[in-house]
């Protein structure tokens, strides 16, 4: 598959993605009246299911990475070139922008309209360190011993991590930066993206470090 079919492909996958999680977000919390327990539920299912299907709909095309943290280390553990990384990150990033854009639009919101959603501490930190570190691990695990089923591995994992984390699993540093431009449930204001961004980097490495020693000879 050539480059540019791979970095179209995780654009628009990208994007899907974030106009998932933003717009069932808006719906969710339109439609609860008032119950951010019934919000949550919402954008967590509607989340889980739009993986599944991108996955399987990009998996073969470039890897259905859709995030920086996963393209960093396939490319530490050799299976994306370092030319290519970058490549793959700056087309996760502007397609996760264009995602938020669209679903604020579907909304008759503004395309981008910075957070006011607080979401710092220490418990966020630790909360975006083992979300990523989790999903990190079920995605290294999955290719080594359920590559036809990690379409699933990772979309039940990230609808458990919405709920058994503090900050809903951002666990990707584009989705973080582009969520800082939707003024809605899903949002994050912009101040604390620097803290998310170095949680869900070392989550990944610790991550990739500990599951390739784990991993190492298996069949």
Not at 131 to 137: E, K, N, P, S, V
């Amino acid at each position: 598959m050539n480059l540019p079919r791979k970095l179209f492909a995780e654009f628009l996958g990208t994007a899907f993605l974030l106009a998932v999680v933003v717009g069932s977000g808006i719906m969710g919390e339109k439609l609860s009246g008032g119950n951010v327990a019934i919000a949550l539920l919402a954008n967590t299912i509607a989340t889980g299911a739009g993986l599944a299907f991108l996955i399987l709909s990009f998996g073969e095309i470039s890897g259905a990475h859709f995030n920086p943290a996963v393209t960093l280390t396939e490319s530490f553990r050799g299976n994306l070139s370092w030319r290519e990384a970058p490549f793959y990150i700056l087309c996760q990033i502007l397609g996760a922008f264009f995602g938020v854009g669209i679903a604020n639009l579907m909304f008759e919101l503004p395309t981008f309209a910075a957070s006011t959603k607080i979401r710092t501490g220490n418990s966020q930190f630790l909360s975006e360190f083992v979300a990523t570190f989790g999903l990190i691990a079920v995605i290294q695990a999955g290719v080594k011993f359920r590559p036809n089923l990690v379409f699933l591995m990772v979309a039940s994992y990230i609808i458990a991590a919405y709920w058994f984390t503090s900050s809903t699993s951002f666990a990707n540093p584009a989705v973080t930066l582009a969520r800082s431009l939707s003024n809605t449930f899903a949002g994050i204001n912009p101040n604390n993206i620097p803290m998310f961004l170095v949680a869900q980097l070392l989550g990944a490495f610790a991550a990739t470090l500990i599951f390739s020693w784990l991993l190492k000879d298996k069949k």
